[in-house]
């Protein structure tokens, strides 16, 4: 998938890598997320990412001229999940839609684990 804007200028084109670690930057900036997780569909192991992977924890579907973000993370524990969910998806939309000009329909939040 890639993103094609056009201006009066000339075509301006992202590709769904630099998308994946707006996205998964976004999400790490934000307090209580520990790490980004990705679940292997062969056997449902969850596996921690470093930043160097941050974007086998983000998923990006294509519907209707819009993005939705499926994200899969670790939080710290003793923190509200809720309003960690809560700050991440306001951050990835807001840092999606600035940084590139996609419209975000949706961001779904997948919490894989708890560190202690």
């Known amino acids: 998938?890639?993103?094609?804007?056009?201006?009066?200028?000339?075509?301006?084109y992202i590709t769904e890598d630099v998308?994946?670690?707006?996205?998964g930057y976004a999400a790490l900036e934000c307090y209580g997320?520990?790490?980004?997780?990705s679940k292997r569909a062969k056997d449902g192991l969850v596996q921690w990412l470093g930043r160097e992977n941050l974007?086998?924890?983000?998923?990006?579907?294509?519907?209707?001229?819009?993005?939705?973000?499926?994200?899969?993370?670790?939080?710290?524990y003793g923190i509200?999940?809720?309003?960690?969910?809560?700050?991440?998806?306001?951050?990835?939309?807001?840092?999606?839609?600035?940084?590139?000009g996609v419209k975000v329909r949706r961001v779904n939040i997948s919490v894989e684990g708890v560190r202690v």
Request: charged share 30%; net charge negative; with cysteine.
């Open 33 to 37: 997320i520990v790490a980004m997780a």
């Open 19 to 23: 998308m994946l670690k707006v996205v």
């Open 55 to 76: 974007s086998k924890g983000v998923q990006l579907k294509l519907v209707d001229d819009m993005i939705d973000v499926d994200l899969f993370i670790i939080v710290e």
């Open 80 to 100: 509200s999940i809720a309003e960690v969910c809560k700050a991440i998806s306001e951050q990835v939309r807001y840092k999606l839609e600035s940084m590139t």
């Open 1 to 12: 998938m890639e993103c094609k804007i056009k201006n009066d200028v000339g075509t301006i």
